[in-house]
């Protein structure tokens, strides 16, 4: 399996050990020693990840609660998502490590980070004035909010008006932070600018009388007179702000009520106050709706009920903004009421007639839609992003702008409406000390903009060239609409259409559109997963021919990200596609490939993808071609699970699932067996047998000399449970190189695949003439396997072996002479039952003979020896190790037993074997097997045959009945048995 990007896993290390920094510096302080450990260590990884000498830098930046390394997201811990969502709230987009960073630079960024309840948008701040002076650490911020001047002095007119607010600050906020009244409050704003000061004139718009004086009014266009008494001035408790949502002025004037509010809504006390400070505001030269119409040239919209409002221009929505800006400092506590109206007045006096026009409409509309909502800090809030969003919908609308203008627009609108926030948002506050991220000022402009767009539109934009400048978020809301709808079809239009900007010929839009098909990676999973591969083809198209680095890494992500969706979903053609374009990247770019590769997480689901497989008998479709094209990985696991099954229905499925992976997978193994490590190589034997054992019987014996014992010994046991037909010949090959201690069992299983092919070399091992290092042990397992191989030559060879006699004996040991006359049992059954009254053999000595095995058995290995339970446990003690070991045997036979083991003991370690046996001990050499439950199973691979007869005779003793004939020993019932155990 292919290694992981190095500068990623030290740059995974880093970010851990940066965050752990961080969580001692809270706990303890910088001047704890652990936290100084702890910087040198973060310090040292840092330098794994961009060592000295090398130009490109570590770029760690945050989208949400994601951290990205050089723009690749990271499967990060709760704690990492946790930094990742408070560099976001801070408004960093990312932090930039340079090769030239020192270990001073990295303490002063750490420590630039808040130890208390500190606010996150404190961290900009703090990081850019510790950091001012450093060369190795760059901060980059998603944007930068201009701050406004202050305010200036209070006037005498300002005075007035305090006078009747009076000064204390609540209650002033509580004014600003009503519609209904701050919207009378700047129609008297607007009636001051308008007048002139004196008690006579005529006008063009709806006054009445009031408790301030007298006078007449009549509609637009009439003259009228008026005279007045008082302080104020004619008309000063009356005054009348015709809003486009009322209709027409009534003759009535002050006496005319609205829906939903106060008769006497513009003669509070605020009109009054207002009146007095602005100066008469009798109908000298008309209402606050007449000064718009006077106002600054520019276009005209029809607006509410039929009327013409003069649209205003961009900047002069970014100075109602900046004055709804100063009224938030006063009303978060910027000062009194006094400076309040001060300041107020100032901003609105800035201000076209058609932008005053503008916020009066907004404000009623506001108040309309919640008449009887409590007053709270976010009414301000509320008013300018209403009047963003309507300015930059109107402009879309008229077709003024498009969509990708309509995002600079309300970034450059966000500017303003983030300061205000940043004021009044108290709530905001409470939520980041909680630790909650709450959206971005500029993600909740965009969802607003959004939302307000006719349905229409939006599905002629996200049908467009330009869908890529529609926010992510607010494609998939639409996209989930239409799922729910059950309109499906559309939904794949969209995100189709979303996924072509990817070729746009625009640097931006194929930059934004690859960061929103990871964003949205699971919608496209989840309505068709074939539009996973239609997005991963152009994503791939571009890795082939992008030629900027920063597009590639920003390609490149979004490529890894819907691959590994693609995995996540078992979307299986989708794998295969991402697989087979990442083959086009391989071919003109190498190293990018194989980055990819190791980032993609396809090859680490490979396991999961085998054990689909397996369990489902019948690969999904697409799978197998998947799996063909990691053939390395592949073979890997199926090695593994092949080496693992017992059943042979198993072992012949697994198999069959390596075989349709194709030549490559095969060639995989080969190779695997000539070059690949010791381990690497021990564990794909079993399979290549199957699979082709003739690569296995050329290759494997010059391998087998320099494997150790114990991996000769899995390597034995794989080829026999393989169940290849040619692993006979590979037995026969691998024979002379394989440790004394293991050849026995290799003519075991030379015995058990019953080739005649065996048969030449058997026999003459069966007459003496060994292996190099062989004992006489192997004679005996060498008549065992003549035994189980049907070939009449053998008959006279085992009959010389038994019938040879001496003076006053016989020649031939006896353990010799009784695996004799058993394979004579089997092969000439009527002359070994004749000839054993006269063999000098008790029945009992026979007792124990070798089990029939069966041929079409259903187990991939079985027990060559018949396993006897002892009435009384064997006591047995190890002599060869530096700590002792007490085996307490329970069951055993004679090649093997199962025993309680006193402690620990890795299989396949030898062990000198001493069977406390009465007063003289018997003595074998065993290797140590697999653990069942509590007991270790162990197999012996060398005794004297002496001592063979000494443990034969104590297992008959256990076995009943007895005096059962050759024949009936001769038959052994079908035991299941894992991999090397006998």
């Not at 969003?389 to 203008?405: P, Q």
Request: one cysteine or more.
């Amino acid at each position: 399996m292919k290694s992981a990007d190095p500068k990623l896993t030290a740059g995974r290390a880093f970010v851990r050990s940066l965050n752990i920094l961080l969580k001692f510096a809270r706990l303890y302080g910088f001047d704890h020693v652990r936290t100084t450990e702890l910087l040198e260590v973060a310090f040292r990884e840092l330098r794994s990840a961009i060592p000295e000498g090398t130009e490109a830098g570590l770029l760690l930046g945050a989208t949400g609660n994601q951290l990205l390394l050089d723009g690749v997201p990271l499967e990060g811990s709760p704690a990492e998502k946790q930094f990742a969502q408070l560099l976001s709230a801070a408004g960093l987009a990312s932090v930039q490590f340079l090769p030239s960073i020192t270990t001073e630079e990295l303490n002063l960024f750490a420590q630039a980070f808040p130890t208390g309840k500190a606010k996150p948008a404190e961290l900009a701040e703090q990081l850019k004035a510790t950091l001012s002076g450093a060369k190795g650490i760059r901060i980059n911020e998603i944007c930068f909010v201009a701050t406004d001047s202050r305010f200036r002095d209070a006037n005498r007119a300002a005075q007035l008006a305090a006078a009747t607010l009076g000064d204390d600050q609540d209650e002033f906020k509580q004014w600003l932070n009503d519609p209904q009244k701050l919207l009378e409050m700047i129609a008297a704003a607007q009636g001051a600018r308008s007048g002139n000061g004196s008690g006579n004139g005529s006008g063009s718009s709806g006054f009445g009388s009031g408790p301030g004086g007298g006078g007449s009014g009549n509609h637009a266009g009439d003259s009228g007179s008026g005279a007045g008494t008082g302080a104020s001035g004619g008309n000063s408790g009356g005054f009348y702000y015709r809003d486009a949502s009322l209709g027409p002025a009534s003759e009535t004037g002050a006496s005319e009520s609205r829906p939903g509010a106060d008769p006497n809504f513009f003669s509070g006390p605020v009109a009054e106050a207002s009146a007095s400070f602005f100066g008469s505001t009798n109908a000298a030269t008309g209402t606050a709706g007449a000064a718009s119409e006077q106002s600054a040239p520019g276009s005209t919209v029809p607006h509410a009920r039929g009327r013409l409002v003069a649209e205003p221009t961009e900047d002069e929505i970014l100075g109602i903004l900046s004055a709804l800006t100063s009224m938030g400092q006063v009303s978060a506590g910027g000062g009194t009421g006094m400076a309040a109206a001060g300041a107020f007045h100032e901003q609105m006096s800035q201000l076209p007639g058609r932008a005053q026009d503008t916020l009066k409409a907004a404000l009623a509309e506001i108040a309309a839609h919640a008449p009887g909502a409590k007053p709270d800090q976010s009414t301000l809030i509320q008013l300018a992003e209403h009047l963003a969003i309507k300015f930059a919908l109107d402009r879309y609308e008229n077709g003024d702008v498009k969509v990708n203008a309509v995002r600079q627009m309300l970034d450059r609108l966000n500017t303003e409406i983030e300061t205000l926030r940043k004021l009044l948002g108290s709530h905001e506050e409470k939520m980041s000390d909680a630790g909650i991220v709450i959206e971005t000022h500029r993600e909740i402009l965009d969802r607003q903009f959004w939302a307000a767009v006719p349905e229409s539109g939006k599905r002629t934009v996200l049908l467009s060239t330009e869908a890529w400048c529609i926010p992510p978020r607010n494609v998939q809301s639409y996209v989930g609409e239409l799922i729910e709808q059950g309109n499906i079809a559309d939904a794949v239009s969209v995100l189709q259409n979303y996924a072509a900007c990817a070729d746009s010929e625009d640097n931006d839009a194929r930059k934004k559109t690859a960061a929103g098909l990871s964003e949205m990676a699971g919608l496209y999973a989840k309505t068709d997963p074939r539009l996973l591969g239609a997005a991963l083809q152009h994503l791939g198209l571009r890795l082939n021919v992008e030629q900027d680095a920063e597009m590639q890494a920003v390609v490149s992500a979004a490529f890894v990200r819907l691959s590994q969706e693609a995995a996540t979903s078992r979307s299986y053609s989708a794998m295969e596609q991402a697989l087979d374009l990442l083959s086009g990247v391989e071919a003109q770019r190498p190293g990018t490939a194989n980055t990819l590769r190791a980032k993609m997480g396809i090859e680490e689901r490979v396991p999961e993808f085998v054990e689909e497989a397996l369990r489902a008998r019948q690969a999904a479709a697409g799978l197998t071609a998947v799996l063909k094209m990691l053939p390395q990985t592949t073979m890997e696991q199926l090695a593994t699970r092949f080496n693992r099954c017992t059943l042979r229905n198993d072992a012949e499925h697994v198999a069959n699932l390596a075989a349709d992976l194709g030549e490559e997978g095969v060639q995989y193994l080969r190779s695997t067996l000539r070059g690949g490590s010791i381990a690497e190589a021990v564990e794909i034997v079993g399979l290549l047998c199957k699979l082709d054992a003739r690569s296995a019987e050329v290759f494997l014996p010059a391998r087998m000399k320099e494997f150790p014992r114990n991996s000769q010994d899995r390597v034995l046991r794989q080829i026999s449970a393989s169940g290849s037909p040619g692993r006979c010949r590979i037995l026969l090959e691998v024979l002379d190189h394989l440790d004394p201690l293991v050849m026995p069992l290799a003519i075991d299983e030379i015995g058990v695949t019953g080739d005649r092919e065996a048969l030449g070399r058997l026999l003459t091992i069966v007459d003496g003439d060994l292996p190099p290092g062989g004992g006489t042990y192997l004679r005996v397992k060498a008549v065992e396997a003549l035994g189980r191989i049907n070939a009449p030559e053998a008959i006279t060879a085992l009959k010389r072996i038994v019938e040879a006699k001496k003076f006053l004996g016989w020649i031939q040991p006896q353990e010799l002479r009784i695996a004799a006359i058993q394979a004579l049992g089997r092969l000439d059954p009527a002359w070994a039952v004749a000839f054993l009254p006269q063999s000098g053999l008790e029945r009992d000595d026979l007792a124990l003979a070798p089990v029939a095995l069966k041929p079409n058995s259903k187990y991939v290995r079985q027990r060559r020896h018949k396993r006897v339970r002892l009435t009384k446990p064997v006591l047995a003690v190890s002599t060869n190790l530096k700590e002792a070991c007490s085996l307490e045997i329970k069951t055993a036979s004679l090649s093997g037993g199962v025993a309680k083991i006193s402690r620990h003991l890795p299989p396949g370690t030898p062990v000198q074997l001493k069977f406390q046996l009465g007063l003289r001990n018997l003595q074998a050499t065993a290797l140590m097997r697999d653990y069942r439950a509590q007991d270790m199973a162990f197999e012996i691979v060398d005794i004297t045959l002496e001592e063979r007869s000494r443990l034969r005779r104590l297992l008959a003793d256990h076995i009943a009945p007895r005096g059962s004939t050759p024949e009936d020993h001769a038959a052994g019932a079908e035991t299941p048995v894992p991999i090397g155990t006998r």
